[in-house]
């Protein structure tokens, strides 16, 4: 088993920056893939940006935006945010399982999941 638990969302004014946190206890998960994924009121969780084996994977509409990474010794995984748009407004969610690549943006490929921390951006 793997308890993710993620941390740093809030309210911001559009064009600032976050830095979620997700932190891992459990079972290690090193090995496998480590994904943020988001949902918004009334819509589909959707995939924001994973890392697998020291490669990372964004969604078309954070790329160059956001910024994964992870540290296997604190068993830490983070997402840092920059010029955030009202668009971005969402509860944002920690997962981690064993994804292979071509699935690694399919939400049912990861098996652990966070209780979530809102994002707001404001106009």
């Known amino acids: 088993q793997v308890q993710l638990v993620e941390s740093g969302g809030g309210l911001v004014q559009a064009g600032g920056s976050l830095r979620l946190s997700c932190a891992a206890s459990g079972r290690t998960f090193s090995s496998g893939s480590a994904g943020w994924f988001r949902q918004a009121p009334g819509q589909e969780r959707e995939f924001v940006a994973a890392?697998?084996?020291?490669?990372?994977y964004y969604a078309d509409s954070v790329k160059g935006r956001f910024t994964t990474s992870r540290d296997n010794a604190k068993n830490m995984v983070y997402l840092q945010m920059n010029s955030l748009k009202p668009e971005d407004t969402a509860v944002y969610f920690c997962a981690a399982g064993n994804s292979i690549v071509s699935t690694i943006r399919n939400p049912s490929s990861y098996a652990y999941w966070g209780q979530g921390t809102q994002v707001t951006v404001s106009s």
């Open positions: 890392v697998r084996l020291g490669s990372t």
